[in-house]
């Protein structure tokens, strides 16, 4: 029924629109966000046509025997439109797991895309996974997420951070000063864990100038220093805190409370979703508990990012 292509340079275009109007589909699946580390994997991203019309995207990378929902990305899986009907995704993953068996794939790992970044109802591929593929969960992570029309009162101390930050005359504004930022978020993530950001500041600076729309900095400062930020991934029912960190004095300050006091309560009251991202390592077998107390003061809430495997 589906005759499925491997994605080229060719189908770029296609591609993009299709993403574009696509009920689960973000930014991130854009190949002018996927691409910009293209050189660390071997993409085997899967394009499914009926009669010439494209039905389905499948982000993808291959190491190995195994093919993986593409792993420079937060979260994957399937990306349909709205036409596309649970009896023809089952279909489709069978008609999938006979093409990667003929190709020599032998095991493949499978993001699901959260549910508060669809559109419109996207989890057909939950269903044809557990009926056609007999999929595992290996890995469940948590993010922490706001419903912004109903929040959830925040922690008494979050109100307090944000006196203590006006009160030593830190200002908040949404910023390019990139560099500043990053040397504020390297310097912490090097001190406290011992690692870097997922992207180089030319990385973060290349995407930024490619997504203007949907890449924002916003910074705590005061004069020419910054003392924290956050940077957000914008989609259309989602605002993601891509990365937080502020340096030891910022946190003194408590300029987080003050940044995200702007961000939830005053300038992105339109959207549905907050996701503070996750806060858990080792495939979800290890929770960051002061992490995800910080974001539970500002009243996020569970959701879950799932990882499936299955063997062929």
Known sequence: MFEIRRYSEDYKNVWNEFVKHSKNGTFLFDRNYMDYHSDRFCDYSLLFYTENTLRALFPANVNGDTLYSHQGLTYGGLITDDNISAAETVTLF?????????????KVQYKCIPWIYHKHPAEEDLYAIFR??????????ISSTIVMSDKIKWHRDRKYGINKTANNGITVERSDDFPKFWDVLN?????????????????IELLKSRFPDNIILYVARKGDVVYGGTILYITDKVVHAQYISASPEGKHLRVIDAIYNIILNHDFLDYQYFDFGKSTEEHGNYLNESLIYQ???????????DTYEWEL
Do not use: M, Q, W
């Open 132 to 141: 056609e593929c007999n999929a595992k969960l290996i890995a469940r992570d």
């Open 187 to 203: 310097n912490n993530l090097s001190n406290k864990y011992g690692v870097k950001p997922v992207h180089t500041i030319d990385e």
């Open 295 to 305: 974001k539970e003061g500002f009243g996020g809430r569970g959701v879950c990012y």
């Open 94 to 106: 069978h008609e999938l797991n006979d093409y990667l068996h003929t190709n020599s794939i032998k």
